[in-house]
C-alpha cells in the first residue's frame, strides 16, 4: 500500500533578515518564488530566532531548546556541536519512516547528521568547489586595516551563476527528490546572503545602488562601548554612503539569486505532481547588519536586524488559508513542533510550540508575549575573520541576553551594557532609554521577565 503521507521541505537561506524580503514588505526585492509562497501560504511576520549566529541559532532551531540549553552558544563554545541529549526533529520523523535528507550549509560535523538518511554539507565535493574561490576571491581583494579584513567589501563573484555555491546545491536536492520514494524531508540550506558579499552576473547588477535608501545612524552618544568598538575593527569610519548603498544592492542580489534557486525546486515539485502533497517551510537562521547601526554583516548583539527573521508556511490543499498573514510573535524553535504536527508525529520534547492552529486562525490566545535570545560564553576569543566572518572583539566571552515584546526590548550586554528600546517609536533601535525614569514601568518589567527566564534557563559557568 502506498504511503501517502505528505513531503516537507524546509528552505533556508543564511544571514537574510526580515526588513530584506518580501515577507517583511520589501518593495525592491525580486523573489517570485517568496512572492508565490506568501501568495499560497501564511506569513509570519514577527519570527525571532535564539542567537544571531549560525550554528547556535541552528542548533536551537533543531533541537527546540535555548542556547544556554544545548550550550552551543558560540561559534566557539565549550560545546562544539548538538549534544547528544538533546534530540533534534528529523530523528523524529526519520523513526516514524520519512528518509530524510539535507544539502548545503549544515555544520555536519557538528552532531546535525543525525537522523538522516543522506546529507551533503558545503564543505565536501562537490559543493566545497564552488565555495573555495568565492572566499579567496575576497580576501584577495577587500581592503584591510590595522583589524584585519573591513566588513563593507562587496563585489562580482568569479563564478557565474549557473555554476555558483546555490545552484550546485540545488542540483543535488533534485538528484534526491527524483531518486526518492514515499514520504521524504528535504532540508535545503543556502549559504547566501551570507558574507563576503558576492554575486554573479546578472544579479550584481540587479539593483541599482542609488535606488536603495540608506539605514538611519544610530544615535552614537548613546550607544553602547561594544559597538562603536565593533564598527572601528569592521572599518566603518572608511566606509562611505555610496558603498553601504553597494553592500546592500550586492545583498539584494544574493537574496534574488537564492529565490531563483528556491523556484527551480518548486517548478521540478509541481512537473513531478508531487507539490501539492507537499508542506513547504521557509525561513532564514539569522539575520544582517548591512549598514545599520553604522555595521556590516553579524556579530554576537541582539538587535532586531540579526534576530527577526522571515518565515512563511505553505501546506497541501486548504490545511492553512492562502494568503494568511499572521503578527503572533513566533520563536524559531517553534519550528519543530510545528512540522512534526503537520505530518501527524507526536512532537519530541521542546521548548517550541506547535503555531499551526495560530496558522489556521483557530484560537484568540497570544502565542507568545515575548521572545528571548542568547549568546556568547566563547572559549576563543578575539579572532577577526572578516569578510566572511566576524570582528575580532565580537566574540563574548561572557554571555549576552535579550527579552523582547511586540513593543519593548531590554538587552543585557557583559560588563552590565544594558540596552532598552522603545520600538513603537524606535523600531530601528537607534535610542538606548535605558536608566530613564520616563521608561521605568517598562524597564521593571522586562528586567523581571529577563530574570525569570535565565532563572529558568541558566546561562552555562565558563
Known amino acids: 500500500m502506498a504511503d501517502d503521507r505528505p513531503n ?25 518564488a517568496a512572492d508565490r509562497l506568501v501568495a499560497e501560504g501564511v506569513n ?121 555555491t546555490a545552484s550546485v546545491i540545488t542540483d543535488q536536492a533534485i538528484d534526491f527528490i527524483n531518486r526518492t520514494d514515499g514520504p521524504f524531508y528535504l532540508h535545503i540550506s543556502h ?30 552618544d548613546k550607544a553602547v562601548a561594544r559597538l562603536r568598538q565593533l564598527s ?59 549598514g545599520e547601526h553604522r555595521m556590516m554583516t553579524k556579530a554576537e548583539m541582539l538587535y532586531d536586524c540579526l534576530l ?35 505530518v501527524g508525529i507526536e512532537v519530541p520534547d521542546s521548548r517550541g510550540r506547535s503555531i499551526l492552529s495560530v496558522a489556521r486562525g483557530e484560537t484568540s490566545e497570544p502565542h507568545r508575549d515575548a521572545v528571548f535570545a542568547s549568546v556568547g560564553r566563547n572559549t576563543v576569543v578575539n579572532v577577526h575573520n572578516l569578510p566572511q566572518g566576524i570582528a575580532g572583539s565580537s566574540r563574548l566571552e561572557d554571555a549576552a541576553t535579550m527579552v523582547r515584546t511586540a513593543s519593548s526590548k531590554l538587552i543585557h550586554n557583559p560588563n552590565e551594557e544594558y540596552e532598552l528600546y522603545l520600538l513603537d517609536e524606535d523600531p530601528d533601535e537607534l535610542d538606548n532609554r535605558y536608566g530613564e525614569s520616563e521608561v521605568a514601568d517598562v524597564q521593571r518589567d522586562l528586567e523581571g521577565r529577563l530574570k525569570s527566564w535565565i532563572d529558568r534557563y541558566p546561562i552555562p559557568p565558563l
Not at 528552505?11 to 524580503?21: N, V
Not at 512537473?271 to 517551510?281: H, K, P, S
Request: proline fraction near 9%.
Open 8 to 32: 516537507i521541505f524546509l528552505l533556508t537561506s543564511d544571514q537574510q533578515k526580515f526588513t530584506a524580503s518580501r515577507m517583511g514588505g520589501n518593495p525592491y526585492l525580486v523573489t517570485p
Open 44 to 164: 509570519f511576520r514577527n519570527c525571532f530566532v535564539q542567537s544571531p549566529l549560525c550554528q547556535p541559532s541552528r542548533t536551537s532551531i533543531l533541537t527546540g531548546t535555548y542556547p544556554q540549553e544545548h550550550g552551543v552558544m558560540g561559534n566557539s563554545s565549550r560545546t562544539n556541536g548538538v549534544p547528544s541529549h538533546c534530540q533534534m526533529f528529523q530523528e523524529s520523523l526519520q523513526a516514524n519512516g520519512y528518509t530524510c535528507g539535507a544539502v548545503g550549509h549544515l555544520h555536519a560535523n557538528k552532531g546535525f547528521s543525525r537522523g538522516f538518511d543522506w546529507i551533503l554539507d558545503m564543505h565536501e565535493s562537490p559543493i566545497v568547489e564552488t565555495v573555495r574561490p568565492i572566499r579567496d576571491y575576497s580576501e584577495e581583494y577587500a581592503p584591510q586595516t590595522e583589524f584585519g579584513w573591513v566588513g563593507w567589501w562587496c563585489g562580482t563573484s568569479p563564478i557565474p551563476a549557473e555554476a555558483s
Open 191 to 220: 549559504e547566501d546572503p551570507h558574507p563576503p558579499y558576492m554575486v554573479a552576473p546578472p544579479y550584481d547588477t540587479m539593483y541599482d545602488p542609488a535606488d536603495i535608501p540608506l539605514p538611519q545612524d544610530p544615535v552614537r
Open 232 to 290: 572601528k575593527e569592521e572599518g566603518m569610519h572608511l566606509c562611505g554612503d555610496d558603498q553601504i548603498r553597494r553592500v546592500i544592492a550586492i545583498y539584494y542580489g544574493m537574496i534574488s539569486h537564492v529565490d531563483r534557486q528556491f523556484q527551480r525546486v518548486i517548478d521540478h515539485l509541481e512537473e513531478r505532481g508531487v507539490l501539492d502533497n507537499t508542506w513547504i517551510f521557509y525561513t532564514s537562521d539569522h539575520g544582517d547588519f548591512t
Open 308 to 342: 527577526h527573521v522571515p518565515l512563511v508556511i505553505r501546506a497541501p490543499g486548504s490545511e492553512i488559508p492562502a494568503g494568511g498573514v499572521c503578527d503572533e510573535m513566533v520563536e524559531a524553535l517553534d519550528l519543530g513542533p510545528t512540522i512534526c504536527e503537520a
